[in-house]
């Protein structure tokens, strides 16, 4: 079996945005509950990987971090694929490691969150660098999206 990578990215880089816009809204879900401390540790909830989800508002809170992974998983595929297979491509890594890397604070600044009892300032910062993750993300997949088919010529001038 062949795998077109041309569409293999498209769709994880395209998986990866929608994944970071859906943690910001779980996270908007968690502020607007006041769930934000409903687990008091992190990178574990109540000291579990997996916690007691009968309290809706742990419930929340432990989805925006698995929506947060999966956001991690698919953000960090698209960095490898396109390492891997469109090395070639300075835009796509550009974006892809910019967004790799605003994640990895994104998801820094979110246990200083906790660790912080919500500080005003952190929970701020937490929120615009998802939105930038998001951004980033939204843009690897346009240019994913505009990458030439195997053997079309390219529609950006070679430099």
């Given at each position: 079996m062949k795998i077109d990578r041309r569409r293999f990215l498209q769709a994880v880089?395209?998986?990866?945005a929608l994944l970071a816009y859906a943690t910001i809204v779980l996270g908007g879900t968690v502020r607007g509950?006041?769930?934000g401390l409903a687990c008091p540790d992190w990178p574990l909830c109540h000291g579990h990987v997996v916690p007691d989800l009968?309290?809706?508002?742990?419930?929340?809170?432990?989805?925006h971090r698995l929506v947060a992974a999966l956001t991690t998983l698919f953000l960090l595929l698209t960095l490898i694929v396109a390492f891997v297979w469109f090395r070639s491509d300075r835009l796509l890594l550009t974006?892809?490691?910019?967004?790799?890397a605003l994640l990895v604070t994104q998801v820094g600044f979110g246990a200083l969150t906790i660790s912080s009892n919500l500080d005003w300032v952190v929970v701020t910062i937490h929120l615009a660098l998802g939105t930038a993750t998001f951004a980033s993300g939204l843009l690897v997949a346009i240019v994913a999206r505009r990458l030439p088919a195997v053997g079309v010529a390219s529609p950006r001038p070679i430099e």
């Open positions: 880089a395209i998986l990866g509950m006041d769930a009968g309290d809706p508002l742990v419930a929340v809170e432990y989805a974006f892809s490691s910019a967004s790799m």
